[in-house]
Nanobody, 121 residues
């Protein structure tokens, strides 16, 4: 069974930092684009960041300069370092895997269940 499992979410004050992790199992994800998306209550799922198999990164406009994505293929793990968090970053954060370099949610093959991030002002 292929799974992506996120961890590292929590509650933090504005200006703080969190590091999310996503561990894959059931297959090797080294050849996949790994990404983070987030979904706040009442809103559509939003692209946050992605990293291709070759290491190319892409970020959503709202997180550029504050968030950083990385991956450790030996551990089948992708990370999201989130700095200078704002209340608007409050959401459930999901990791996902795709064979394509894309920000379109429907083109991602595998999804994790998500981890909650809550930022208070």
């Amino acid at each position: 069974q292929v799974q992506l499992v996120e961890s590292g979410g929590g509650a933090v004050q504005a200006g703080g930092s969190l590091r999310l992790s996503c561990v894959g199992s059931g297959r090797t994800f080294s050849g996949y684009v790994m990404a983070w998306f987030r979904q706040a209550p009442g809103k559509e799922r939003e692209f946050v960041a992605s990293m291709s198999a070759g290491g190319r990164t892409r970020y959503g406009d709202s997180v550029k300069g504050r968030f950083s994505i990385s991956r450790d293929n030996a551990k089948n793990t992708v990370y999201l370092q989130m700095n200078t968090l704002e209340p608007e970053d409050t959401a459930v954060y999901h990791c996902a895997a795709s064979r394509l370099i894309t920000t379109t949610t429907t083109l991602y093959d595998y999804w994790g269940q998500g981890t909650q991030v809550t930022v208070s002002s």
